[in-house]
């Protein structure tokens, strides 16, 4: 199978726009998490999110990648997804210009719940106005695919077009898909991740209803998003888009292209238990390790770096044990975070996201924090990076991901050693 | 210019993102505004919702200015 590596990366984030600026915030500890200031929350149980700045440092202005009267026609997972895309073909340096570059670059973005404020908006028009009065731009502005699409409309991609919902594990299967076309041949580049725009209150609702949020932190959002910690209560939603640019090794070395990493395994399984609860032991979680390193060719002890689901629920646990049951004596030699703990879950975008996270520790030979580990719920022989980053080798880089449905997928990463 | 006219002209404007000089009462909304197919059902929309009338599909396939727009509007408003 052809070697397939990670040229370009790019991110919108809730630290706001780009992979650097996000960087920096979380390797400082930071927390995006804050009060949700975009509609009344006074009867939610949980009033907090990590939401995209649109002011300040970093700040997000959609008119920077899409023109004003076309974002009134898509749903605003559709700009993030389009604004992460032009970052992320902008660092890898890809601007296809033949037919023959173009046919064989792809795209595969994906999205957990997709245009869901689009819905419930025009579920009101609908029930307000009637239906003369449905934009003929609801459907093409709230369908996931249309992420995929209008990237590809934007960038004249007309490789493989495909879109990926599997709820929180969406973008690293788009980029474990996406990367498996390239090695088989599908397309030599692909623009793959994730994009999510859930903080709406139907959602907030929805979620809280699951009893997933977080709700004891609403007067102290920084310290909601506390991963494996003894008292964490739930998630805090966040949003965003995280695209990375794959590329077949040898097309990626002919053009020069800088390289963050090789992407040397993809896992993934079903846990066939529950819609929303892990399998006993997280043996879905497990599986999807097992898969990734089993493809990766590697063994636990080459794992360095584990960049966990890690969502500040009570599965976080869950997934401890698995990869202490994954990494055996091993353990002790490696380190795992949760970058949830600074920018909350980005639901469909997490895995993309975490991908870049993973990417840049290679990179810069550094584990970002988990921060809010305060005092942890189990005892582990993994370094969990408590508060700050910790600087180490790291050639090996592992990133979870689990959704509902149990669904998991599970992402190798390897700096390439030439 | 009509109030009809000047009221169809600023919703063209804001719809379709074009400059007003452009909005002339023979300027076609697909040929000369860079409208799409889409774009049209949407303007009709706003139309109805602006003048408070009704603007059947088969009258609506007839709009195809903005000429064709207002006169429809002031025939049905008058």
Redesign the interface.
Known sequence: MRRVVATGVGMISPFGVGHEHTWKQILAGKSAARRVERFDVDDLACKIACSIPREGEGAYNPDDFV???EQRKIGEFITYGIAAADLALEDAGWKPQTEDEKCATGVVIGSGIGGIEGISETTLTLEEKGP??V???FI?GNIINMVSGQVSIRHGLKGPNHAVVTACSTGAHAIGDAARMIALGDADVMVAGGAEAPITKLSLAGFAACKALSTKYNDTPEIASRPWDSDRDGFVMGEGAGIVVLEELEHAKARGAKIYGEVVGYGLSGDAFHITAPAENHEGAFRAMTAAMKRAGIEASDIDYVNAHGTSTMADTLELGAVERLLGDAAANASMSSTKSAIGHLLGAAGAVETIFSLLAIRDQVAPPTINLDNPAAETAIDLVPHKPRERQIDVALSNSFGFGGTNACLIFRRLSE | MSDTAERVKKIVVEHLGVEEEKVTMEASFIDDLGADSLDTVELVMAFEEEFGVEIPDDAAETILTVGDAVRYIEKQTA
Do not use: V
């Open positions: 023109e004003p009267k003369r009065r934009s003929p731009f093409p």
